[in-house]
């Protein structure tokens, strides 16, 4: 990757210094890179002040849509920065599948126990995330898993919110710049229900085939009974509830295996389902990431 651009607004030009000298800073890293906006900027970054001292690592498990990880491989290409794909097992962990909304915390920590046995492999010191200085605001135990493990938010210790990062990697020309975020498969199950491969492949083919449709921002969201609750952008619903698409689309879902399909009338709204997360877990991750 040619060296990135430095003639940006001022506000916008000293975090981009200040990110360039934190990851100066760190070392030898791995980036925890999911091919999302945020791990894209973190590796580019990376890569641009480090060179051959920065390298991609991304998880691969049945909670990752194929397409992501195929993205993800030609990112890092593009980048130019070193890329390593390790298989992770969080299905095997009875805490992970009871999905009781803390999911997120036991994926991390089996993503992030998998990197550091990588480290003297490696040859690299410290782990960061792609997280930035928006997701304090929200529900994410996968902080928490974070903390445990040592690792560094470059974004947000530079002070990036997401619209900082979208911005930056415009004006670096990534293609994904624009890209909607994409949480892992499991997401998209209700807290309560059980995560399988099944579920998770079944929500895939699902989102597969609404994006065929155009849409861009999307969720498949899976509660119990087996029903599909579609969330697309509020424009798109009066075309998803023609009867002719209908029609196809239930008839295409029930073949995948849901019993009932919905359309949710609030919209596409990002992290719906923490709603449903009880309160004493919210409570306890919030307790958990003071502490560390």
Known sequence: MSELPRDLPEELRVKQTRLFDNLRGFGRL???????????????????????????????????????????????????????????????DPDYVKNDGARCYFCKSELYTRIEK????????????????????????????????????????????????????KVWGLPTWDKPASPCLSSRLAPGVEVTHERTGRVEAAEVYLRKLGLRELRVRLHEGELARIEVPAAELERLAEPGLREALVGYFKELGFRFVTLDLEGFRSGSLNSMVSLDNKRLFATLSRES
């Open 118 to 169: 990588l480290l003297p492999e490696l040859g690299v010191d410290v782990i960061c995330s792609g997280a930035n200085l928006d997701d304090q605001g929200d529900y994410r135990p996968g902080l928490t898993a974070a903390a445990e493990h040592g690792i560094r938010h470059p974004l947000l210790e530079s002070g990036l919110t997401k619209a900082d990062v979208r911005a930056l990697a």
């Open 30 to 92: 791995a980036v925890a890179f999911s091919g999302g906006i945020d791990s894209t900027v973190v590796a580019a970054a990376a890569f641009q002040v480090l060179g051959e001292n920065a390298i991609a690592v991304t998880a691969d498990s049945a909670s990752v849509p194929r397409a992501e990880i195929a993205d993800a491989r030609e990112l890092a290409k593009q980048i130019g920065i070193r890329h390593i794909v390790v298989q992770t097992d969080e299905f095997a």
